[in-house]
């Protein structure tokens, strides 16, 4: 069956950086737009940005020069760095294939 696994979240203050992972299995990961979404307490999940099978992204405008999403087809892995991290960028982060699959989050909170 399909497993996404999101790893690397955690506690920064804000201005400093955290790298996600999220590695994929039983998927065809090469042929597979990757996204990433985020869910604030109190909030409905909101979509932060993709990545298409060619490497191209796009990203919210919220976090449009902050963050890049990458991906190693090699090790069935997207990436999502996150630089210059707010407050108001606290939230679980979850990784979507195909607009289908969910993984189980992870939880990113950015305070002093």
């Known amino acids: 069956q399909v497993q996404l696994v999101e790893s690397g979240g955690g506690l920064v203050q804000p201005g400093g950086s955290l790298r996600l992972s999220c590695a994929a299995s039983g998927i065809n990961f090469g042929l597979s737009t990757m996204g990433w979404y985020r869910q604030a307490p109190g909030k409905q999940r909101e979509w932060v940005g993709w990545i298409i099978t060619s490497g191209g992204t796009t990203y919210a405008d919220s976090v449009k020069g902050r963050f890049t999403i990458s991906r190693d087809n090699a090790k069935n892995t997207v990436y999502l760095q996150m630089n210059s991290l707010k407050p108001e960028d606290t939230a679980v982060y979850y990784c979507?294939?195909?607009?289908?699959?969910w993984g189980q989050g992870t939880q990113v909170t950015v305070s002093s």
């Open positions: 979507n294939a195909r607009s289908m699959y």
